[in-house]
Nanobody, 123 residues
C-alpha cells in the first residue's frame, strides 16, 4: 500500500522549532524527490521546500530559506523538514509529497501525498 505519513506538527511559540517527518511505504522511496507544501487557512497551497533524489535541497519561499532545512534518510524511507525560528505566519497544514521526477513547486507533478500535519505558531 502506497503511503506517506507526516508527523511532528503541533503548537509552538514564536521562535520555537519543530521537525516534521514524512514516512514513506509502498514505493521505492530513494527514486523520488520529496516536496513539502503548506496551506494556511483561506490561502492556496504553496510549495515550501524539496529534497532531491541525490539529497540536495530546494527552497521556494524566501522567508524560510534561512530557517527551514529539508533532508532525507533513505535507509529509513523518511524525509524531514526542520523548522527553526518559527513565526505565526508559518501556521498552516504541512504536507509532504513524492515526485518521480525532480523537485518542482507544481503540486500536480507529485504522485503521492500525505494527509498533512498541523503546525500552529502562537505569537
Amino acid at each position: 500500500q502506497l503511503r506517506l505519513v507526516e508527523s511532528g506538527g503541533g503548537l509552538v511559540q514564536s521562535g520555537g522549532s519543530l521537525r516534521l517527518s514524512c514516512a514513506a511505504s509502498g514505493f521505492t522511496f530513494e527514486n523520488y524527490a520529496i516536496g513539502w507544501f503548506r496551506q494556511a487557512p483561506g490561502k492556496e497551497r504553496e510549495g515550501v521546500s524539496c529534497v532531491t533524489v541525490s539529497g540536495s535541497s530546494v527552497n521556494w519561499i524566501d522567508s524560510v530559506k534561512d530557517r527551514f532545512t529539508v533532508s532525507r534518510d533513505n535507509a529509513k524511507n523518511t524525509a524531514y523538514l526542520q523548522m527553526n525560528s518559527l513565526k505565526p505566519e508559518d501556521t498552516a497544514v504541512y504536507y509532504c509529497a513524492a515526485a518521480r521526477a525532480t523537485c518542482t513547486n507544481v503540486d500536480l507533478s507529485y504522485d503521492y501525498w500525505g494527509q498533512g500535519t498541523q503546525v500552529t505558531v502562537s505569537s
